[in-house]
């Protein structure tokens, strides 16, 4: 798959304003995602994958060339912000999207857990977010952290604020 093409799910067809405003929010804007070289590789209502690159700045342990632990965590709580940004998007799609984008504001991270299961070693790797429910105040989300081999390294879950 081309690591730039944006899968948008077939359920519901988000608008091309939207999409473009939330990759830009969340690759550009957000300048944390950017040292991590962050990129969303498909966004879809109830679940979201983007994918991270190794490059020098993000090794742990450089006699291993490991990841550094704190990539992971990062990439999974961003992952899972998204992931609860595109729920309410589509929850909202009686709204043009503009006003949708405004919709994130107050949203925020109030429990992460990461589970570490190996070392993260190798060339890119992969991330994705489920929303397991998104009630009126808070959304509950899980999270997985692959190597470019499609083995699983990290797990997570995450509670967000959305009010």
Same mark, same amino acid.
């Given at each position: ?6 899968i *948008?799910s077939?359920?519901?067809? &988000?608008?091309?304003e ?8 969340f690759?550009?804007q ?9 990129? !969303? ?8 994958t ?10 742990g342990h450089?006699a ?6 704190? *990539?992971?965590?990062?990439?999974l ?10 729920a ?9 999207p503009l ?5 994130f504001a107050k949203?925020?991270? !109030?429990d ?12 890119? &790797?992969?991330?994705?977010a ?6 009126s ?11 470019a ?7 997570g879950s995450?509670a967000?604020?959305?009010?």
């Open positions: 798959m081309n690591k730039n093409k944006l *948008v077939d359920a519901v067809e &988000f608008e091309p939207f999409v473009a405003g939330l990759k830009k929010m690759e550009e957000i300048q944390f995602n950017r040292v991590l070289g962050l990129q !969303i590789t498909s966004l879809r209502p109830e679940r979201v983007g994918r991270i690159d190794m490059k020098p700045d993000l090794i450089f291993y060339q490991r990841l550094h632990g704190g *990539v992971i965590s990062a990439g709580d961003a992952m899972a912000g998204l992931a609860v940004m595109a309410i998007g589509a929850r909202h799609m009686d709204e043009a006003p949708r984008l405004h919709r949203l925020g991270t !109030i992460l857990r990461i589970d570490y299961l190996r070392q993260a070693i190798g060339s890119h &790797f992969e991330l994705s489920q929303v397991m429910r998104l009630g105040r808070v959304a509950s989300v899980r999270m997985e952290f692959r190597g081999d499609g083995e699983l390294l990290s797990t995450a967000y604020i959305v009010s």
